[in-house]
């Protein structure tokens, strides 16, 4: 009899991670493979979905305006009863650090199914940084059965909160998967993006392209001031540099950004961009500077550099190989280490070329092998 598989997801960066492993189990004739989207975000997660052209099986379109983390996590929980008591799964899958996958993960403890946990182990030891990622992910962690770690230190991690070894499978991380598999999508001759092509008549690419993200909860007001007067100043320095910023529309981002880069000439704040645009630009890019936690696990696979806008993070690996450079929200060292990096070519050079620790391409084979042996 084929083993139930349920695999849950709710917003963008967990639908991207998430991708290579619902296409890999949809391929295997051993399980029965469900999907289910919570919606924690619409329309980001939908443009994931058509371009790794997976279509749920059940969407519970839990997205709604100013939700809060109450309400949230009790829709999800409440939500995801009759598609558990419908499915009956053997195993259900979440991913990191979000609301649904803590909330899923409460959910199919109550169920009786099995709990696996991909990215599991990521740890910063302080439950309010991020807020609410790193409780969550560490809630997650006590409730799965099985946990897939991205890295040997996550893998330590769980070890140190006494996780059972044979519960534990080091694989790399998913992410390099949707971004190799992506990359190859994009760079297709009969791929056509009309947000690619915008990007194409906006940008000069005979000068150096920064890329920029930032969004987190706690660079809100002053850090995210001070990351906007950095990038202010360097546009300003270099001349021969275009930095692109696709602005997040939570208002606590839109507002101060816009108020203090719209006027500068070679930088151009622009609408979030769906995936496909995001990773076509990233590869284009000479650098990144962002908060996001996923872009740092990205970018050393496609050899560029990244500051990171966070004085933080559970993705210390990068950091110590030397692939990323934690910079915290402090104006002057953003601004010194960008103009190192775009002046000092040997600097450049010796950051691009080092190794990422985050995986060859191959953590879902990894995972789905380890499922099947069981």
Known sequence: MKKKNLIVFGTRPEAIKMAPLVREFLRNENFDTKVCVTAQHREMLDQVLNFFEIVPDYDLNLMRPNQNLFSLTATIIENMKPVLDEVKP??????????????VGIAAFYSGAKICHVEAGLRTFNRQYPFPEEFNRQLTGKIADYHFSPTELSRKNLLAENTKEENILVTGNTVIDALLYGIEKVNAEDFVDAEIEKLKTVLNFQ????????????????????????????????????????????????????ELLDSIANIYLVPPL????????????????????????????????????RTTTERPEAVQEGTVILLGTDTDRIIKETEKLLENTDYYKGMSMLHNPYGDGKATKRIVNFIEAL
Not at 90 to 103: I, K, N, P, R
Not at 207 to 216: A, E, Q, S
């Open 274 to 309: 769906a995936y496909p645009a995001f990773i076509w630009l990233m590869e284009k890019s000479y650098l990144i500077i962002t908060d996001s936690g996923g872009i740092q696990e990205e970018a050393p696979s496609l050899g560029k550099p990244v500051l990171v806008t």
């Open 207 to 258: 000068k150096n392209v920064i890329l920029v993200t930032g969004h987190r909860r706690e660079n809100h007001g002053e850090g995210l001031i001070n990351i906007c007067s950095a990038l202010k100043t360097i546009a300003m320095n270099n001349s021969d540099v275009d930095i692109i910023y696709p602005v997040h529309l939570n208002p606590n981002v839109i507002g101060p950004v816009n």
């Open 90 to 103: 053997d195993y259900v899958y979440v991913h990191g650090d979000t609301t649904t996958s803590m909330a």
